[in-house]
Every structure is written in structure tokens, then in C-alpha cells.
């Protein structure tokens, strides 16, 4: 039998995240179009790639909700491509491209072997010390090129655990397989994505704690949030976000114990960098690269914003919504205070803007594309 949120068409909230995933494309689009065309051609199919995504995603929606009870059919086939896809890209991604991603974890990653301090590199890494740490594996493989894909692993099995209906899980998949900036992380071997699947990890491990019995659930995902924290500066305002909402929806004492053992990870794997070269991290370290971008009031603004969305949140599709749109606002802001400093065509079309930032919003819009998350077990 379907389930009772197996309804054809997308609600406010879904239009709202479609226009927004269709919107992150969008850039990606408008700036590498013109490698292969004009910038007068590369405009207007920026535009309609925006139309043509938004649309097709609201049709297939409707296709599959004329018919609930293949559903489940058409999600495992939209799961399939996605991973086929992601699994393709991994394979296929080439050694160098002029995105610097990988190349800067390898980096900072042979700087730490060879006892030297890891920032302030010409290459300037800009992730927190806890993303090179779980991408080390990889590099010591030789294979940085896979960390695109399990960052999109991860998040079908998030998505898979916090999505029961079929035609929602449709949806969520198949925004993915339709947007470019998702192709462009496998392709240029980023770890973007994957910054963003781990908080949602971290999230769906707090709401497997709130009703499960023992602490075990707590401590992971405590555990999991600190570590996830750690990798870039936006995940802490997101799970800010989160633990306002928590705050309000779950047991506190599991809510703030989780937080403070987050807090202790993420100081662990940072402070010791912190201490080895204070200076030299805040000047050329993730703080200082990331800043970059944002005017200065913006982070001041952030981090009130973020705990009034997640306070004010009903339920998780609710967080997973404003988790989105809040990504999607910062990037958009630091987009437009570069464009105003330097220019609207070095921002789009040169390299006056990393436009790889877009793909942060995106597991958080596309879950929230779904008319119901969370687990069976928990009751918002």
C-alpha cells in the first residue's frame, strides 16, 4: 500500500528547495557554458537549465504519483543511476583538473607526514583539520578520487533511512541525477559534498537518539557531529541549527550531552594545530580562507539565524529545508559581495570565485524535497 505521503504534486516547501537546487545548477552552468560557448550562448541556457530542471523534476513527480505502486520501482531505478553515475565519475575522474580540491588535501595531508606545519601552503587549503584526517586513507590509496562517491554513498543511506516513502525517495534521487554541480564534485575530485552528507549523517544519528534506549546512540552521534564539525565552517552553524531544534523536540539532557561531546571533538582535532602555529592558522588557515568571501557582518548574522530557523523548525524536513536555504544564502551573499569588489564576469567566468560553494546546499534541499523525513520510530 502507498503511503499516505504519496501525493503527486510538490507543496510550498518542495517548490521552494526545487527552485533553489535548480538554482545552484544554474551557476554551474552559466560558468562552464561559456568554456564550450559564448557567454551570449552560455546566458540564456543558464536560464533554461533552471526551467527545464524545475520542471521536469515537478513532472516526474506527478508521472509517479499517477501511479503509487510503482513507485518503489522507479526509485530503485533513479538510485541506481545515481550511484552508476557517481560510481562512473570515480572511475573516470581525470588526474589533474584546474580545480585544486584534491591536489590540496594531498598537500596538506604530505606537509603533516613530513612534520611540517599544514597551512599557509601555497596551494591554501581551506578545510578544518578533521577533513584531511578521514580523507587520509584515501590519499595513503592513492585513491582521492573516490571521496566524491562516499560522500554520495553516504548520503543515499542517510536518505534511504530517513525517507519511507517511495515516491519521495524518487524524488530525492532524481534531483540529484539531473543537477551538474553534483557531476562536477566527481569530476574534479571535491570534497564538498561530502562536507555536507557528513552533518546530515551526524543529524540522522541524533534522531536515531532521541527516542532509542542507552546512551550508545547519544555518544555516537556526539561522536560523529564533532568529527563532521571539524571538517568545515559551515557544518557547526548547520548542526547549531539542528541542536535549536533539538533543544525543543527531544530529551535535553541527550541533546546537550551529544553537543558537548561534539564540542570536545572538534576541539581535539583542531586545538593541537591551533597551538602548534596560532598565527599562521589564523592568518592563512580555514578561518582566513574561507573569510575570504563573506563581508564581515555576515558570520556575526549567521549563527543568530541559524539557531532561530532551527528553534522555530517543526520537524526534520523543516530543519533539512532551512539547513539549505541558509547554505544557499551565505554562498549566494559571498557570490555577490565578490562580484561587487571585482566584477561580475571575473566572478563568474574567471577564477574570482570558487563556485564549487553552491554544492554545499544541496543534500539538505534535495531531502527536503520529500514531504515527510524521519524514522518510522520518531514522532516530531
Known sequence: MPLATDVPRLDRTGWTCA???GLTGTVFVLKYGARVAPVSAAVPLAVLFAAFYVGVLVRLRKWAGASPGRAAYVARGALAVLLLVGLAEALLAPDATRVARAPAVAAWLDALAAGSFPYCLPIRPSALPGLFFLLAPLHALGALAWGPFFGLALFVFTAHRLVQSPLDRFVVFAALVGLPSLHYEGLV?????LNAALALGAVALAERARTAPGASWT?????????????????????????AHALRHAPRGRALGAAALAVAVFAALAAPFVLWDAARFFDCGPLAVQGLYLPPAVPLVALPAALALGWTAHDLRAVAARAGALLFALVAVAFAWRAAGIGLPLTVWGDGFDVAYFVLPTPWLALALARRVGERHVSM
Open 19 to 21: 527552485v533553489l537546487l
Open 219 to 243: 555518544w555516537a552521534a556526539g561522536l560523529a557531529a564533532g568529527v563532521a564539525a571539524s571538517t568545515r565552517m559551515v557544518v557547526p552553524l548547520v548542526l547549531a541549527l539542528y541542536l
Open 189 to 193: 575530485q571535491s570534497e564538498l559534498f
